[in-house]
């Protein structure tokens, strides 16, 4: 393999990658900029993997040493997709590109660059609105309903966390990976109207149609335009709500509800493999294989099968590149009844991915040895040996995300992120602390800074509450660090869920435009059922 450190070799150009990407090979095309460089303007296919965050979440989310990898930044000057590309072959990975000139040269091409996160998926979400004409109502005429006393329901699509932040007056949490298993017991009444809703507008139409396809009998509608059309019109929104979906399901539901989704899959070409093929799959040294348990938290909290990653159903669909970055891979998604994991399936497959059911579901017996990243040794200091350090001149750099240094940090803290840590003027001859959210996160920023010479670097993974307990003094700036310099926050209509009505218009127009600016050859990766 060609060094890294001659990057001639490893460089490839914008016209190869794009046809990479469509050749039908397996390809993890990574975006390694920070967050909120990633959400100004990406290419449609990358997955977000920070630099900040590379070995971190690299293995979930591309498995396989030997897969074609393509890491990018902004071109020019920029190091991190350098740096990205040295890293992964440190981490074994033996066949990584780098795109020559980064997201700049790829637009002066004259290739697309999209704004947004889960762009994929929300563009899916769009087409299938066009192709299956999923019934709509509008905030007005739902608020309407509701005054008038009718029999309906509203069934929020989105995580609980999520729901409780905002969500209509009497909605109800009900992920959309768990509304195959447990609508019928939240709609009991054939009669009772269905309205599925989620902030935006993919997981109202992704949840209304799910139910559609399974055949309810109930009329159902996606909200449109979720909460934010709520909130633009002028309608009053609840915090806090804490009404969910129970976790029990009659038993003798299941049968007919599993033959349900049995059927859905059916139709829309599904296959089911047994853990045998499951097996052979993930000792295949030139594939991929991604085990998803769509199952919710609480189940997966009690037991999955090894090398499984946690993709509530709804999620999965919805944010399909937070969970699997290597295009053509195999996807083997399971539950514990066989009613979820199949209509997840089915989505994913008019995505455009190779998806299948395991059959015998969590009761799989599988042997698998996930590989595992050692991550590099870091001393994690307590808050008080932390205080002592700083009273005797240590160095501290803070670098949890940006919006929490703003919102309270030590004083005389300074504020950076991996990627730019060789911009700060450290002093060799003093220790230096990283302050963070994750032990591994400052394992692998130190890690860098002891690369450029400096030997005492140590970390602390306290929080304000516990720093001020020790009577360590904190400050909040909400100016600093600036704007520009965030690079990890999305600043990409961020306030249109705080009271801002033009960012949320903003928002709806670009999640509805998604449509208008793909090409040919990505609108023809999706496979929706011909008819």
């Known amino acids: 393999m060609q060094s890294l450190h001659d990057h001639t070799h490893a460089d490839v150009d914008a016209h190869t990658l794009k046809q990479w990407l469509h050749d039908g090979g397996e390809i993890a095309l990574l975006d390694v900029r920070e967050h909120g460089q990633y959400g100004e303007s990406h290419l449609f296919y990358a997955a977000p993997v920070p630099y900040s965050r590379l070995e971190v ?11 074609r990898v393509v890491v990018y930044d902004n071109g020019g000057e920029d190091p991190t997709a ?51 004409h999923t019934p709509r109502i509008g905030a007005r005429e739902l608020a309407e309903r509701q005054r008038r006393g009718d029999d309906l329901i509203v069934l929020d699509g989105r995580p609980f966390a999520e729901y409780q932040k905002m969500s209509i007056p009497g909605g109800i949490c009900c992920p959309n990976g768990e509304l195959a298993l447990r609508a019928h017991t939240l709609a009991a009444r054939p009669d009772t109207t269905i309205v599925i809703n989620c902030a935006g507008r993919t997981r109202s139409i992704i949840g209304a149609q799910t139910l559609i396809n399974l055949g309810v009998p109930n009329p159902v509608y996606a909200l449109e335009n979720g909460t934010q059309g709520w909130y633009l019109e002028d309608l009053q929104l609840e915090h806090g709500a804490r009404r969910r979906y129970s976790d029990d399901i009659p038993p003798a539901d299941v049968p007919a509800l599993a033959q349900r989704s049995a ?6 070409g599904v296959p089911t493999a047994d853990a045998a093929q499951v097996q052979a799959w993930l000792g295949d040294a030139t594939r991929t294989t991604f085990l998803c348990d769509v199952r919710s938290a609480e189940e997966f909290a009690q037991g999955s099968l090894p090398g499984a990653q946690h993709a509530p159903g709804g999620q999965l669909i919805q944010a399909t590149d937070q969970y699997l970055a290597v295009r053509g891979a195999r996807i083997v998604v399971f539950d514990a009844e066989g009613v979820r994991a199949p209509v997840v399936a089915s989505w994913l497959r008019q995505m455009g991915w190779e998806a299948c059911t395991l059959e015998e579901g969590v009761g799989a017996a599988l042997v698998n040895e996930p590989v595992q990243t050692p991550v590099p040794p870091i001393a994690v200091l307590s808050d008080a040996e932390l205080s002592q350090a700083l009273v005797q001149g240590a160095q501290a750099i803070d670098i949890r995300p ?8 030590i004083v005389g803290a300074r504020w950076s992120i991996r990627p730019r840590l060789d911009r700060l ?20 920023a130190a890690n860098d800074l002891r690369a450029s010479g400096l030997r005492d670097v140590s970390a602390n993974t306290g929080t304000p509450e516990s720093w001020s307990a020790q009577g360590i003094p904190l400050a909040s700036t909400p ?20 009271g801002n009505k033009a960012a949320a218009r903003q928002y709806l ?23």
């Not at 066949?95 to 899916?124: C, E």
């Not at 600036?482 to 600043?491: Q, R």
Request: proline residues 5%.
């Open 402 to 409: 940006s919006m929490r240094y703003r919102a309270n940090h």
């Open 425 to 444: 003027p450290l002093d060799p001859a003093r220790p230096v602390i990283l302050l963070a959210e994750d032990a591994a996160l400052a394992a692998w």
């Open 509 to 531: 127009a670009w999640e509805t435009n998604l449509v208008r600016q793909i090409d040919e050859r990505e609108r023809a990766a999706y496979r929706f059922p011909a008819g």
């Open 57 to 67: 979440d690299i293995v979930r989310l591309a498995p396989r040493r030997g897969v």
């Open 82 to 132: 350098a740096r990205a590309a040295r890293a992964l072959a440190a981490l074994g990975y033996t066949d990584v590109h780098r795109l020559a000139g980064g997201i700049a040269q790829w637009q002066h091409d004259g290739y697309a660059t999209f704004a947004g996160v889960n762009v994929p998926s929300k563009t899916f979400g769009e087409l299938a609105e066009e192709v299956f």
């Open 263 to 268: 059927q859905l899959a059916q139709r829309h």
């Open 479 to 498: 100016a600093d660090p600036a704007d520009g310099d965030c690079i990890d926050y999305l600043f990409f209509v961020h306030d249109r869920h705080d």
